[in-house]
C-alpha cells in the first residue's frame, strides 16, 4: 500500500502511473526560475517526495531539474553564520567537516532525519519547502532563527525561519541557508514521540526558544527564560492536531514534558 504524509498523519492514497511531463535541466538559477515561471511547473531537487506526489496523481507539466546547480550545493563559513546550499543532501549535512566544526548539535541531530536512502537522495532545500508538518528540517532551523535564502524573479527574498512569515509562493527557489553561530547557543532536538510530536530547544544566554513539530499544521514557536516552569511551554501553543495516532491534550502533555526534560540537561544544551 502507497502512503503519503500530509498533515501529521499518514493516509493511503493510489499507486497511479506517473502523468507525462516535460524535464527542463537549466545551466543557471536564472534560467531555473524563468523555466518554473511556466504555468503547472516545479522544481525537482533529489524528487523524494515529488515523485511521490506523482505517483500517488498530482500531476505537472514541467519539472525543472535543479540539481545540476552547483553553486546551490555549497557550505561556507561566513564567521557568524554558516551559508549551506539548498541542494545539500542530509547525508552531505551529517558528513560534512565544517557543519561538524561549527555547528556540531544541528549535524548531531540532522543525523536521526530518515534512513539512508532518504539521507542521500533528500536534500535541505526539499524537505523545507515539502512543507510537510511531519518533517524536522524547519523545526530545527525555526528555533536556530535560520535565514531561508530565496530567490525569486524580482531579486533576493529572505525570510527568517521560525518567526511565523510565510514562505514565497511557488516560483521562488532556496538558494541556500544562512544558520547563526554563536558560542552560548545550544541546540537538542527530541523525535523519540514522532510522528505524535517533535521537540526541537535552542538555547542562548537565558532565553530558550522551542520548536514543535508534527503537532500542528506546520511548525510552531515560543520562547521561556531561565527560571520559568519549562513545562508551561505547553500552554503558549493553540490546541494541538487531534487525531487517532495522537490527542490533542497528550501532544500538548508531551510539549512541555520532552522541553523540560531537555533543558533539565538534554544533549547539546
Ligand atoms: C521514508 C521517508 C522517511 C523520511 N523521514 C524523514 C524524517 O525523519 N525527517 C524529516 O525531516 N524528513 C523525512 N523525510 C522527508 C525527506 O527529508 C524529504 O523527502 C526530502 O528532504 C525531500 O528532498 P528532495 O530533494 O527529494 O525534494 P523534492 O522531492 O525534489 O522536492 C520537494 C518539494 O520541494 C520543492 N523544492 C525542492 N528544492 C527546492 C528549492 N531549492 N527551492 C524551492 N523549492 C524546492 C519541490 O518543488 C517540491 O515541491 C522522509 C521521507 C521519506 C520518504
Not at 97 to 123: C, D, F, H, S, Y
Amino acid at each position: 500500500m502507497y502512503t503519503h504524509a500530509t498533515d501529521a498523519g499518514w493516509i493511503s492514497r493510489s499507486h497511479q502511473a506517473i502523468a507525462p511531463f516535460r524535464l527542463v535541466r537549466p545551466a543557471s538559477i536564472e534560467e531555473a526560475l524563468e523555466a518554473a515561471a511556466e504555468e503547472n511547473a516545479s522544481f525537482i531537487a533529489g524528487g523524494i517526495d515529488l515523485v511521490r506526489r506523482m505517483r500517488g496523481g498530482d500531476r505537472w507539466q514541467t519539472l525543472v531539474d535543479i540539481s545540476g546547480l552547483s553553486e546551490m550545493k555549497v557550505t561556507s563559513d561566513e564567521g557568524d553564520h554558516l551559508r549551506i546550499g539548498a541542494l545539500t543532501s542530509h547525508w552531505e549535512i551529517e558528513t560534512g567537516e565544517l557543519i561538524r566544526k561549527r555547528l556540531p548539535n544541528l549535524q548531531a541531530a540532522w543525523r536521526t532525519i530518515g534512513n539512508v536512502r532518504i539521507r542521500m537522495a533528500g536534500t535541505l532545500g526539499g524537505n523545507i519547502l515539502a512543507r510537510e508538518a511531519g518533517y524536522d528540517g524547519l523545526v530545527l532551523l525555526g528555533v536556530m532563527g535560520a535565514e531561508l535564502v530565496f530567490v525569486t524573479s524580482s531579486g533576493e527574498a529572505v525570510v527568517i525561519a521560525g518567526t511565523g512569515a510565510p514562505l514565497p509562493d511557488r516560483p521562488a527557489l532556496l538558494t541556500s541557508v544562512r544558520i547563526p553561530i554563536s558560542a552560548d547557543t545550544g541546540l537538542a532536538f527530541d523525535r523519540s514521540l514522532k510522528p505524535v510530536v517533535s521537540v526541537a530547544v535552542c538555547k542562548s544566554g537565558d532565553t530558550a526558544t522551542v520548536g514543535v513539530g508534527c503537532a500542528f499544521n506546520s511548525p510552531r514557536y515560543s520562547t521561556i527564560r531561565q527560571g520559568e516552569d519549562a513545562q508551561s511551554i505547553s500552554s503558549h501553543f493553540p490546541d494541538a492536531i487531534d487525531n487517532p495516532m495522537g490527542g490533542a491534550a497528550y501532544r500538548s502533555r508531551m510539549v512541555g514534558v520532552l522541553a523540560a526534560r531537555m533543558l533539565a540537561g538534554g544533549n547539546g544544551l
